[in-house]
């Protein structure tokens, strides 16, 4: 695989939590991203009827991958998919009986989170269409919670890794949606391949402009890191 075809891989992101969306939007429109990734987990339905507004008026033609909140509709997910050709959404594992009934079931992919996110029982990801790999949670959990990262590989060995989140490695070790050192995304070339996916998408609250600095700085460690192996 080349770096162009990596980089084609990694998305920078509108994030919600913790993060000011307004002005992620404003620079989406700024440096004409067509393809973006959302993250919709901290608003409320409200609040994402102008998300979905201000993206209207940016140039993005795409948004492959959605992030799901426990609370949002089935016409949401039919106006992602209609209008932005989106192909996989993510939901935390607690959520999937929120959509067990969704027409797009197999569009779905659970991700082990942290607390009542964790993956509790492999039933789920015989319905769904497979595992969302939250790369840095994969990375803490060796370290600090072991039987999670059992589950996590249990679940992708009865289904698949479908998408990725990629977040920080603080130097403790834990996982947190700001980088404050580049550097600080270095444990994904710790990874094996096999978790990695289609789709990898920046779950971040940093600025989208730092966002793309960090998307050239992933597709060139893994380059590096699979030619080297």
């Known amino acids: 695989m080349t770096k162009a075809e990596i980089l084609k891989r990694v998305y920078p ?4 939590f913790a993060a000011d969306w307004r002005k992620m939007v ?11 990734s959302l993250f919709l987990t ?6 994402r009827q102008k998300i979905y507004r201000e993206l209207e008026k940016t140039p993005v033609q795409e948004i492959p991958h959605v992030h799901l909140r426990h609370d949002m509709r089935e016409r949401e997910l039919d106006y992602l998919v209609r209008r932005y050709k989106t192909q996989v959404f993510t939901a935390h594992f607690q959520y999937y009986k929120c959509y067990a009934a969704s027409k797009h ?3 779905i992919y659970l ?3 942290r607390g009542p996110g964790l993956i509790k029982n492999l039933r789920p990801f015989k319905k769904v269409g497979g ?18 990262k059992t589950m996590a590989d249990k679940a992708i060995a009865v289904s698949r890794v ?4 990629v977040s920080a490695i603080l130097p403790d070790g834990r996982s947190w949606h700001q980088v404050k050192n580049i550097h600080e995304l270095d444990y994904l070339a710790e990874l094996p391949k096999k978790y990695f996916s289609r789709y990898i998408c920046i779950e971040l609250r940093n600025s989208v402009k730092e966002q793309l600095k960090f998307k050239k700085y992933i597709g ?7 030619h080297s192996s």
């Open 26 to 36: 404003r620079e989406v429109k700024r440096y004409k991203l067509e393809k973006i």
């Open 131 to 148: 595992v969302c790999a939250d790369l840095s949670h994969l990375f803490m959990f060796k370290k600090f919670d072991p039987d999670a």
């Open 111 to 113: 991700e082990s989170n």
């Open 220 to 226: 060139g460690l893994l380059f590096k890191t699979w």
């Open 105 to 107: 079931l197999k569009n």
């Open 13 to 16: 992101s509108v994030t919600t």
């Open 162 to 165: 479908g998408i990725n989140h």
């Open 42 to 47: 901290c608003v409320d339905y409200a609040e």
